[in-house]
């Protein structure tokens, strides 16, 4: 490996990589350690790139793309000798045209640099994360990252239009076009969105914008029973007519958590209800869509749909309700804990959540579980603590979790991904056949397989898999 | 081909296909006629349509799959010595979930039939276009078909849920999930969606439905300047927040031509403006939404962006106004014509459009060309008659069309798909690297080429192919 780690070196410059602590201190990420990489690579062109995956190609050597490392699963880890390709150079947003409403960047540029740079231009990039300070928008997409409006505007999937990506042997596929609509043959981009850093690593890309909306409302509510919570949704999304941006549901745990010292915030309303929801529209003219928003939130307690709700009067109320929210860090309280993040038809997911803690209870009594998630998307993020963090209680717990999602058609990954962490149980969701052309994909695209290999599936084939 | 052609009958039984005059009068379809093919198998479940491509993976026998045959690119023809296969009998809607909004429907049901059983739940799929009644689910998937309402809830693609397909080799990937965020694993609907049945058989889907708005106002405007359409785009998507759902641009030969005997239909405004724009936009309160809309327009007046306007009053008025816009027919008074179908940057058409005149005007200086489109997304219709049908004649107009998308980074296809049609210019819009990952993905699903051969791209390689 040495020889090809001192053709990377005179390739990219003295700035072009870390080694050794530096190498080490980048591996060290928020949440976790992701490995010792004898190199990270930083190169500061497709170009460079390109070059490097084609010297990797050729040498069969493994390597993992980096972004922002904010990662939750375990796909930006770095086995035994493999290397790190950080995208941390390219981070230019290298252009916003207002009338098309895109912006062209570089896989490296951190999302909230891209959404304060595009807020300017009276635009929005709609999605939104709590990593948006670190997570990058190469991570965004080779992830399909979620977030809190998707129930408006989509996952990242839906922001892309254009995409730049280098293939494992150095190929680079540009198709940075503007337009919604393009039919012209197949859309490779599609596949290299979501797919981890495991058929191409993303360079550049053409987002799509929206226009930024003038107006916003937001109210924390509570319900009695969860049946109502798809019918309130129903019918605030009928009301509010194309501007509901965001439906955050909070079971009572967990409010209860967030509003109670050691947390900081006071609870908006009282703390007895079985269900919280934070609902959020953004529309046009602020006078006129507040009296909507209130008739329709009057019209659901004529409805019972709700038990009790307030109202955020001005952007200081606002923050502090998503404040509320954000501060998932409170989890913390019950370490260590097991983080999920599943989704599942809505109407479901009362006998989901029930079956699993009845689950919990029966193998961990003392159990603790936070629930909440983004309704409208049919995900649940489920945060379960037992008190202990061995390989055998997470087994233990994964399988109380996960096993009730198979004979519902759910999904062991709404957003996060599958990396490492939920390769195990991609069965769950996915059937053999559908493992079987994932790997025919990544062997037609990466036939050495030297792309974060091992991510969402086994690098060499089970020998019980159907290919 | 004979012993297996007795196998498939054996295996479908007499009502499983269609011989001799009967084949022939189905391959007749509105538009042109699409081959002779042997037979028209007719599977009626999942596990036949397995069957038959098994059979045929075996033989290596070619097949076709038909949806509703309304295509527009030569996608459903077939060629000397391929079969057809009709999703014609598995049309059920098999589910409606009001709860997470979805349908689950089989391949060979009608648009038309979909939307309307649909509607009964108060909820809609809003993919909409003129060959409904005709055009079928599967073949909206395998096209990604778009229409008028992209512009609010973008193309087929957006509204795939789940997707179930059969393979080349007659494997079923079944994964009808109702989710609208499922990260496990790589998206693999997306690579069906838009192959044009190249890569396998789409023979189920879960769609994703959206509530049935309201209230409806839709207003008919003429604008004298093109650089004032993008404005007035933003205009009304910023006022309207969320519900502008159509945006329909008419360049004034075609506008004349609409309104004009033999055309039937009365010229809601006067016909000497150059551009005119059919707006919608679908919400919740008509009341509120028509002070909304006409407050919109209103200043739309005073920032000098449109000349004149007419509202629908009525549901009969809406209708004249988009019987005009649907009336696209007419195009058949300047027969024989070419029609295409590209996308390009807002900000680069009216250049673009120039430039192909110019170009057309050159070579056939009695052309006529129709132009209208999706102006928010970036798609044009261009409908030119130069008094020849010839190939030779065909080239030359669609050199005179392509030819200037190449600079401005457009598409030769926004919606309709490539097919045969277009095949000889997909490198006007991809590079040969991409041409050569679709090849390299079709290899990887259909290694012997059974599936719709040749379509989109041919089916040997090129010597000169970057392959």
Redesign the interface.
Known sequence: MSALISQLKDLLGPHGYLEGADAEAKAQSGWSHLGTPPIVLRPASTEEVSKVLTLCHEAGQPIVAWGGLTGLVESANVGHGELALSLERMHAIEEV?E??G?ATVQAGAILQTVQEDIEKHHLILPLDLGARGSATIGGNIA??A?GNR???Y??M??MVLGLEVV?ADG??????????????????K??F???EGT?GVVTRAVLRLR?K???QDTAFIAVDEFSKL?KLL?HM???????LSAFECLWNDFYRLLTTEPATHTPPLAQDQPYYVLIEA????QE??TS?FEAALEEAFEKELIVDAVLAKNQSERDKMWAIRDDVGQVAQNWPIFTFDV?????DMEAYVSETKARLTETYPDHTAMIFG?L????LHVIVGVGDDSVQARRGVEACVYEPLRSR??????????GLE?RPY?LV???P??????R??K???DPKGILNPGK??EAQPLKSAAE
């Open positions: 045209d009338i098309a895109t992830t399909n979620g998707v129930i408006r989509g996952m999937r839906d293939l190929t680079v596929l540009s198709s940075l076009g503007k337009m919604i609509k393009d039919n012209a043959g197949y859309d490779l599609q596949l969105i979501g797919s058929l226009r909306p003038d107006s798809p129903d999304d009928r009301k509010l007519a194309g501007t953004m529309g046009a003219q006129q869509d909507r989704s599942l038809p809505v109407k983004h409208g998307d049919g995900n058609g759910g999904s062991v990954s709404a957003e996060h991904g599958v939920k991609l969701t996915r059937t056949e559908e493992i079987a052309t994932m025919a994909i062997k037609a695209l969402i599936f």
